[in-house]
């Protein structure tokens, strides 16, 4: 759609988007998706080239799809695909329904998230003081990233909800590690702390080996500090408050820019966003300069 879009880019000598070399485009005007694509990929091939079927005309053919038929996109498999930056070679031919497309695009694979099986409704944290009694169980996949954490060495291991909490907080089972609880009325000891002694809940004295998060913490040890304050070095090593993405202030800008986005003009908040952001701890550098409606913006936040 080379006429259609909200924004236009002509390209010169100096830009360097995405740390991509862009000389062999200088003169070049670009769409918004055109530009968007070579910021995050250096190149303005499509990398997806499965064909996108009338979903009357299709059905998925992945065997473990629980409604083969029912689908608002149905997908043609290309053998040199490289859509989400996977190898779907061993899936060319395959036509897949959004969902399993989705799926396969994101992780690699079709197989679903699935629940433990009875047997596995056991939390294997040795430290687990209730390993039977839990109202959710979770099975790690070793490639899990949520809350910004290495969950590589917890892989295969079956988890209890206080167990996966813990370590989905403080990326680690040891309840030790984690900090311990002081009174409320301890107060938080950070200057920049937006609410000292009235924000409630609990507080956290830090020792100087405290490794919570993969963080240094030793500049802080002796410190109290609130949840807020605690949680926000863990996350990202430093007690300044971070906000690197903000909404964009034109309106030509709200909208989402993520080219699989459902509702990208419809949304409350839209985000510009920031390559050095941190938020939930993930790398949002190859985002650089993209808007975000509320629904991708958290999405990323907490998958990456």
């Not at 005007?29 to 079927?53: E, I, M, P, Q």
């Not at 903000?246 to 459902?262: I, L, N, Q, T």
């Amino acid at each position: 759609q080379p006429h259609e879009s909200s924004r236009f880019y002509p390209i010169d000598g100096n830009t360097s988007a995405g740390g991509h070399d862009w000389s062999s485009l200088t003169g070049s005007v670009l769409c918004r998706a055109c530009y968007n694509r070579f910021r995050k990929r250096g190149t303005l091939h499509r990398g997806d080239r499965s064909k996108v079927l009338n979903g009357h005309e299709s059905r998925c053919t992945y065997d473990g799809c629980e409604q083969p038929s029912e689908s608002r996109r149905f997908y043609l498999i290309d053998a040199n695909s490289a859509a989400g930056g996977q190898d779907w070679t061993s899936i060319a031919g395959s036509v897949l329904c959004d969902r399993c497309y989705s799926r396969f695009r994101h992780r690699g694979t079709l197989e679903p998230n699935r629940p433990p099986a009875e047997l596995e409704r056991q939390c294997m944290y040795a430290g687990c003081e209730q390993p039977n009694k839990s109202r959710f169980f979770f099975s790690i996949d070793g490639d899990k990233a949520a809350g910004g954490q290495d969950w590589s060495s917890l892989a295969g291991s079956v988890l209890c909800d206080r167990c996966y909490t813990r370590f989905l907080t403080h990326g680690t089972l040891d309840r030790s590690e984690c900090g311990p609880a002081l009174e409320s009325e301890s107060g938080c000891t950070n200057p920049g702390c937006e609410q000292h002694h009235g924000s409630g809940g609990s507080y956290y004295r830090i020792d100087a080996d405290k490794t919570a998060g993969g963080q240094d913490w030793s500049s802080l040890a002796g410190s109290v500090l609130c949840q807020l304050c605690y949680d926000r070095f863990r996350k990202h090593g430093t007690l300044e408050r971070i906000d690197y993405s903000k909404p964009p202030v034109e309106s030509a800008g709200r909208r989402c820019s993520f080219h699989d986005c459902e509702h990208p003009t419809d949304s409350r908040r839209f985000y510009l966003i920031a390559g050095d952001n941190m938020a939930g701890g993930q790398d949002w550098s190859k985002l650089s300069g993209s808007v975000l409606c509320e629904a991708c913006y958290s999405r990323f936040r907490h998958r990456g």
